[in-house]
Nanobody, 121 residues
Framework: VQLQASGGGLVQAGGSLRLSCLAS????????MGWFRQAPGKEREFVAA????????YYGGSVKGRFTISKDNAKNTVSLRMNSLKPEDTAVYYC???????????????WGQGTLVTVSS
């Protein structure tokens, strides 16, 4: 299984970015795809998750209303649209996969390499 995250970069506060995660190596019909982030000196934090099959969606409290997770089954891609970005959103963002519905980091056993998002004030 491979997860390849992309789309990070430098953006000004209030701006937007779209992250993508390309999944390959297996079928993910019943799996959950999640986004986590880790800011410098902080623990990794849950951002959002979506189930491949039913499209159930969950968001972390700090991003609810600003971030949108979506999936494209045909392209095996999960995206994270990030709007109204704040300096505190600066982090390395990771996509991950879990074999069941969960928002708990330890339940995710497949991880991508991470993509850096930097939000300037």
């Amino acid at each position: 299984v491979q997860l390849q995250a992309s789309g990070g970069g430098l953006v000004q506060a209030g701006g937007s970015l779209r992250l993508s995660c390309l999944a390959s190596g297996r079928t993910f019909g019943s799996w959950t795809m999640g986004w986590f982030r880790q800011a410098p000196g902080k623990e990794r934090e849950f951002v959002a998750a979506i189930t491949w099959g039913g499209g159930r969606i969950y968001y972390g409290g700090s991003v609810k209303g600003r971030f949108t997770i979506s999936k494209d089954n045909a392209k095996n891609t999960v995206s994270l649209r990030m709007n109204s970005l704040k300096p505190e959103d600066t982090a390395v963002y990771y996509c991950a996969a879990a074999p069941y519905l969960t928002t708990i980091e330890g339940d995710y056993d497949q991880w991508g390499q991470g993509t850096l998002v930097t939000v300037s004030s």
